[in-house]
């Protein structure tokens, strides 16, 4: 067997044991020198926002390292911004909506001005960024964080705050981003976790809490019906979870449909706008049968489609005046009026079309209804939801009392606009007796002065300003814009764009600015809209272009043939009620009869000779 010699290599040199112990140690310390130093090239974003952070901003307040903090945080506030496409409508190259919006929520976590000003951007943020499906895991860790704190013990035992109500804000567009895409179908291949489940299970304590306040209570019961919808559930009062046939077997609203077909013809000038108006108002006995959400999210796109078409508007209050109508008759059942859910739908509608449309008749139209109708029929307008005096009806004017106190304090509204929004709400007040409603205006008037002292520190500070009570006012028209794209009409034509006929505002330029530079306080004198006139405000007359005035004549003829089609069910019913009644009457002669055959054993009526 050979002997095979291996060479011994020595990259020490020839150096004694000793020593080669000690140049051994120096290699391994040069060596993990060398590894931590590889490591430690790979560093963090020094401008990205972690939980360790958070940590350390809210344990320094109150200490010399506060002031140091509170930049960082601006600082990662603005990068922040500029990453959820603040100033761009949430589109650019820049643009990362997830990273953005789950750094905003950790920015949320922390203490002072820090917190509001990251839930107002965020807020903002949801409500103008588009609808893509890369967005909905971020949804689902939103959903899931703002569940888990309102319905925390904490949250539960405060008094509800202006933190509060931007969190259910903020659950409120998750949750409509999350059906939308539940409707188009990108939810399939996701799994709820069992975190987001039990959130939603303990939605249910925030119900008794937020009893006096409709525009907060309707944020909870939004969200769960939601929840109930993506899971297939029903939840109970005892928090047991059941399975709900009507949730599984969701599809898309009759409703829903159609006012998506009217907002594309009102988008593309469609010359088939009369007949699915027609097909909608067939469909109104669906409203007070059909699931709520479905149908509020029918009507806000329906609401988008009315900011420029004067059809729409109308269509959308003869929906609510017929089932007002229906509601108040001797004979009609409980279910005939809508649910208070959608009520609010409906009076937010009107109060953002009011506050967002382009033409001035529009918005007139939306404050004191339709101008035209009888005065024995209610106009549908935002000033007579006021009049409408039932216990039932509280959360309506609760509404309607804070939208017309933020209608008289837009500045870029016209002055008789403005006016007239302020004295109806300063009579309705002087005559409300509800103490919840009354509460309406003094909170209000909270908010009021948060917004200054925000404006205040937002100009100190020359960062974008935010409103800190935000409404939800571009996330319709991405709604609407990215399901009819989903189900397009079918055979609805259109005119050249060359030939569209676009409402344009009344109200000029230099005149808006002049208006905003006089303050938020309403003018004097007084300049009222009287129902029932058209008085052109002082600036000028308002223009109805050729697309508004056969708006206007269409909707007469719907209205002949509702007409029409109501006086045919009203001699129908009273022929059935005339053949009930003859019916009773020979069932009564035949046991008298009877009676009297048995007693006198005679056929012969009563005083009548044999």
Known sequence: MPILKIPVKHYLGIVSQSQQKDFKKRFRKRAEETDTA???????????????????????????????YENLADVFLIRCKRRAGFISGGEGKHVDLPGAWTQLLLLSLCNGKVRNDS????VVSLDHAPIHAGQIP???????????????????????????????QLGYLVSLRLFIFQLTGNLNGHQLSSIYLHSLKGLLKCETRYQDFPNMLFSVHFMMRVGEVLCGLKLTEDTSVQVSVEAQEHGVNQVLRQCLFSYHCVQNNGTQLSQVIKQLMLLRDKLQQD??????LGLMILGEAAKSSMLCLQTLMSLHMVQTQESTQEM????????????????????????????????????IGLSNSSPCRCSG?????????????????????????????????????????WITLQKHLNQETDPRIINAVRIIEGDKRLLENHRERMRSSHTVYVCVCAQS????????????????????????????HRIKTTKPRKEAVSTARTG????????????????????????????????????????????????????REEEIEKTVLEKRKQEDEETIMKKRMEKVKKHTKPYELP
């Open 38 to 68: 590889r490591t430690s090239s790979v560093r963090r974003n020094p401008f990205e926002t972690t939980q360790g952070f958070v940590e350390k901003y809210n344990q320094a307040q109150g200490s010399k390292e506060q002031e140091k």
């Open 119 to 122: 839930l107002d951007v965020l």
């Open 138 to 168: 971020v949804l689902f860790h939103l959903a899931e964080s703002i569940q888990y704190f309102l319905s925390s013990d904490t949250t539960l035992s405060d008094p509800p705050s202006s933190y509060k109500t931007k969190m259910l």
């Open 291 to 296: 699931n709520w959400v479905d149908c509020g």
């Open 332 to 367: 009609a059942s409980q279910k005939a009026s809508w649910p208070w859910q959608l009520e609010h739908i409906y009076c937010s509608i009107l109060i953002d079309i009011c506050l967002n449309s382009s033409c001035a008749e529009i918005k007139k139209t939306a404050l």
């Open 381 to 421: 307008g935002l000033l007579t939801l006021l009049k409408q005096s039932h216990e039932d009806k509280w959360r309506l004017r609760y509404s309607v009392v804070q939208g017309l106190a933020h209608i008289s304090r837009r500045i870029t509204l016209s002055e008789s606009l403005r006016n007239t929004a």
């Open 473 to 500: 006012e571009w996330i319709t028209r991405r709604l609407a814009h990215t399901l009819s794209k989903i189900w397009p009409p079918v055979k609805l034509t259109t005119h050249s764009a060359n030939h569209r």
């Open 520 to 571: 938020e306080g309403c003018p004097e004198p007084p300049q009222t809209i009287t129902k029932g006139t058209h008085k052109t405000p002082r600036h000028g007359p308002s223009h109805l272009d050729l697309r508004t005035r056969t708006d206007i004549d269409l909707m007469k003829v719907v209205e002949d043939q509702w007409q029409k089609e109501l006086k045919i069910v009203m001699e």
